[in-house]
């Protein structure tokens, strides 16, 4: 089993940047594809990044690419998620999740443990 706990998360003004992290407890992290997403008020949870077991390989979301940067320390059992040039759109709860397939996949429902969330907030 994998427990996961986001930090980083606050309130930013546009074109900001903040870092969030995600630990992960267990010995098994490194075997694990993780992934963040966020759910904004009264919107489904939507896929936002992802990285492979041995961080060689990730995939974003359109609507983050050239602004997130996923990356991971399995050395630390930590993945964290870059966040630069913030915007408002950009505010939600963000989670990280683990996912053991090595499939790539979007959708939330195929990861299997997820963390409690931490809220991020862009003022104009």
């Known amino acids: 089993q994998v427990q996961l706990v986001e930090s980083g998360g606050g309130l930013v003004q546009a074109g900001d940047s903040l870092r969030l992290s995600c630990a992960a407890s267990g010995r098994t992290f490194s075997t694990y594809a993780m992934g963040w997403f966020r759910q904004a008020p009264g919107k489904e949870r939507e896929f936002v990044a992802r990285i492979g077991w041995n961080g060689a390989i990730t995939y974003y979301a359109d609507f983050v690419k050239g602004r997130f940067t996923i990356s991971r320390d399995n050395a630390k059992n930590t993945v964290y998620l870059q966040m630069n040039s913030l915007k408002p759109e950009d505010t939600a709860v963000y989670y990280c999740?683990?996912?053991?397939?090595?499939?790539?996949?979007?959708?939330?429902?195929?990861?299997?443990?997820w963390g409690q969330g931490t809220q991020v907030t862009v003022s104009s």
């Open positions: 999740a683990a996912d053991r397939s090595i499939i790539r996949t979007t959708t939330p429902n195929k990861y299997e443990y």
